[in-house]
C-alpha cells in the first residue's frame, strides 16, 4: 500500500498535477523508499510503485503524488537523476492523458551517441530548446546502445534541437537528432525503398525433401546466388521454408515473378521479398491492433475488480474515480438493501486502459480505504 495521506473521494483531478512519473527504479526500491526520498521536498499525498497485474513483479517506475503543484515542480527540477537504492531515477510530469506521447508531436530521436552520456547528459544538452517532458537513452546490461529519445512539449522545440543538433559531434562521435518516427512509418520507408533494391528472397511451402543442393538448382536459373539456406529444426527436419540471396537485384525479381505460385513437387509455392525485421515487428503489431479492435467492439469492454471500497462511494462516484484512466462503458458498484457490498465493477474499453487503470489505482486511497484493484475476465458479463 502506498504511503502518505488519505486521499478524500472527488480529489483525483487536483492532485494529478502534483503528481511525477519516477523511472529506471531499482526493482528493490518500495513506496515507503519512495516516500522517505521525496517527503522533504513538500506534503505528499501517496507514492506508488507499478507492478505487473498479473505476477505483481515491480515494473521498474512509480508514480509520487504531491499535496501542491509547486513542491512537484521543485522535486522536478532540483532531484532528477539522484540515487536511490545507488541507481539515478529520472523524474517527469505524470501524463494521465497520454495523447501527446501516442501523437509523436515534439518527439526527437538521437543516435550514434557515445557510450558516457546517460540520461542526465543528454537532459541537459537539450533542455536550451525547450520543456523535456521525458528523456531516456536505451540501455542493456552493457550500458548504453548509442541512441535516445527526447520529448519536447512542443513541436518547435524538437525542431530547434534538430536545427542546432543534428550532425554535431559529442565526445568526438558526430550524432545524427531527426524527427521520431513510428515504427510502422520505418517499416513502410523499408518496404519502399528495398523494393526497388532487394537481393534476398524467401521461398516457403515446400516439400521435406528440399535441400540447400535442390534448392539451389532451382533458384539459379534466374543468376548466380550468393547463399541459398533450407531453414531446418533441432532434429534436422526441414521446416518448410528457406532464403536465397541473389547478387543482384535484377535475378531476385525475376525469381519471385516467375517461381511464385508454382507447383513444386505437389505444394504450391510462395516466393517473395524477404521482409527487414522491422517489417516483420510492424505486421504483428497490425495484426494485434486488429484483435484489440475487435476486442474492443464486444461488450462490456475490459473489466477490472474494485474491492473494499468506502461506504460513500456510488456508481458516479467510482466512475469518477477511474475516468481519466480511459472510455468506461460501465462502472457499478454492488449492493444490498440499498447498501454497498463494498466491491464493485470498472469496464474500458481496452486492455491498456484497464492495466493502467489497476497499476495506478490498487492501493490508492478513496475515501478512507485502500482499494484492492484486479483485471477482470472480458466474458464475464454482470
Known amino acids: 500500500m502506498g504511503s502518505g495521506e488519505p486521499n478524500p473521494a472527488g480529489k483525483k483531478k487536483k492532485y494529478l498535477k502534483a503528481a511525477l512519473y519516477v523511472?529506471?527504479?531499482?526493482?528493490?526500491?518500495?513506496?515507503?523508499?519512495?516516500?522517505k526520498k521525496f517527503r522533504p521536498a513538500g506534503p505528499l499525498r501517496f507514492t506508488r510503485i507499478c507492478r505487473d497485474p498479473v505476477t505483481r513483479s515491480h515494473l521498474g517506475y512509480g508514480y509520487v503524488n504531491f499535496r501542491f503543484?509547486?513542491?512537484?515542480?521543485?522535486?522536478?527540477?532540483?532531484?532528477?537523476?539522484?540515487?536511490?537504492?545507488?541507481?539515478?531515477?529520472?523524474?517527469?510530469?505524470s501524463q494521465p492523458d497520454d495523447r501527446l506521447r501516442k501523437s509523436g508531436v515534439g518527439n526527437i530521436?538521437?543516435?550514434?551517441?557515445?557510450?558516457?552520456?546517460?540520461?542526465?547528459?543528454?537532459?541537459?544538452?537539450?533542455?536550451?530548446?525547450?520543456?523535456?517532458?521525458?528523456?531516456?537513452?536505451?540501455?542493456?546490461?552493457?550500458?548504453?546502445?548509442?541512441?535516445?529519445?527526447?520529448?519536447?512539449?512542443s513541436l518547435?522545440?524538437?525542431?530547434?534541437?534538430?536545427?542546432?543538433?543534428?550532425?554535431?559531434?559529442?565526445?568526438?562521435?558526430?550524432?545524427?537528432?531527426?524527427?521520431?518516427?513510428?515504427?510502422?512509418?520505418?517499416?513502410?520507408?523499408?518496404?519502399?525503398?528495398?523494393?526497388?533494391?532487394?537481393?534476398?528472397?524467401?521461398?516457403?511451402n515446400f516439400g521435406d525433401d528440399m535441400d540447400d543442393e535442390k534448392l539451389k538448382k532451382l533458384f539459379s536459373e534466374y543468376g548466380p546466388t550468393e547463399s541459398v539456406k533450407v531453414i531446418r529444426d533441432a532434429s534436422g527436419k526441414s521446416k518448410g521454408f528457406g532464403f536465397v540471396r541473389y547478387e543482384t537485384h535484377e535475378a531476385a525479381q525475376k525469381a519471385v515473378l516467375d517461381?511464385?505460385?508454382?507447383?513444386?513437387?505437389?505444394?504450391?509455392?510462395?516466393?517473395?521479398?524477404?521482409?527487414?525485421?522491422?517489417?516483420?515487428?510492424?505486421?504483428?503489431?497490425?495484426?494485434?491492433?486488429r484483435l484489440r479492435l475487435k476486442e474492443k467492439s464486444r461488450p462490456p469492454g475490459v473489466p477490472i475488480y474494485i474491492k473494499n471500497l468506502d461506504e460513500?462511494?456510488?456508481?458516479?462516484?467510482?466512475?469518477?474515480?477511474?475516468?481519466?484512466?480511459?472510455?468506461?462503458?460501465?462502472?457499478?458498484?454492488?449492493?444490498?438493501?440499498?447498501?454497498?457490498?463494498?466491491?464493485?465493477?470498472?469496464?474500458?474499453?481496452?486492455?491498456?486502459?484497464?492495466?493502467?487503470?489497476?497499476?495506478?489505482m490498487n492501493g490508492h486511497i478513496v475515501g478512507s480505504k485502500p482499494l484492492h484493484?484486479?483485471?477482470?475476465?472480458?466474458r464475464r458479463r454482470w
Request: aromatic share 12%; net charge neutral.
Open 23 to 35: 523511472g529506471d527504479l531499482d526493482p528493490d526500491v518500495t513506496e515507503d523508499m519512495l516516500y
Open 259 to 289: 517461381l511464385h505460385g508454382k507447383t513444386i513437387g505437389g505444394k504450391v509455392l510462395y516466393v517473395g521479398r524477404a521482409q527487414k525485421k522491422i517489417e516483420r515487428l510492424a505486421e504483428l503489431r497490425r495484426r494485434f491492433e
Open 373 to 378: 484493484v484486479t483485471l477482470g475476465q472480458t
Open 109 to 153: 530521436f538521437i543516435k550514434n551517441l557515445d557510450k558516457s552520456i546517460d540520461n542526465r547528459a543528454l537532459f541537459y544538452l537539450f533542455s536550451a530548446f525547450g520543456n523535456i517532458l521525458s528523456c531516456k537513452v536505451v540501455c542493456d546490461d552493457n550500458g548504453s546502445k548509442g541512441y535516445a529519445y527526447v520529448h519536447f512539449d
Open 156 to 204: 518547435a522545440a524538437a525542431n530547434r534541437a534538430i536545427w542546432h543538433m543534428n550532425g554535431v559531434r559529442l565526445n568526438n562521435r558526430q550524432v545524427y537528432v531527426g524527427r521520431f518516427k513510428f515504427p510502422e512509418e520505418r517499416a513502410a520507408e523499408v518496404r519502399t525503398r528495398d523494393r526497388a533494391t532487394f537481393t534476398n528472397v524467401f521461398v516457403k
Open 312 to 360: 460513500t462511494i456510488d456508481d458516479e462516484k467510482l466512475k469518477e474515480e477511474f475516468a481519466s484512466f480511459g472510455s468506461i462503458s460501465r462502472a457499478k458498484v454492488m449492493m444490498e438493501v440499498g447498501q454497498s457490498k463494498g466491491f464493485g465493477v470498472v469496464c474500458f474499453s481496452s486492455f491498456e486502459e484497464a492495466a493502467k487503470a489497476v497499476d495506478e
Open 69 to 93: 503543484p509547486a513542491d512537484a515542480e521543485w522535486a522536478l527540477n532540483t532531484m532528477n537523476f539522484d540515487l536511490i537504492n545507488g541507481k539515478p531515477f529520472r523524474l517527469m510530469w
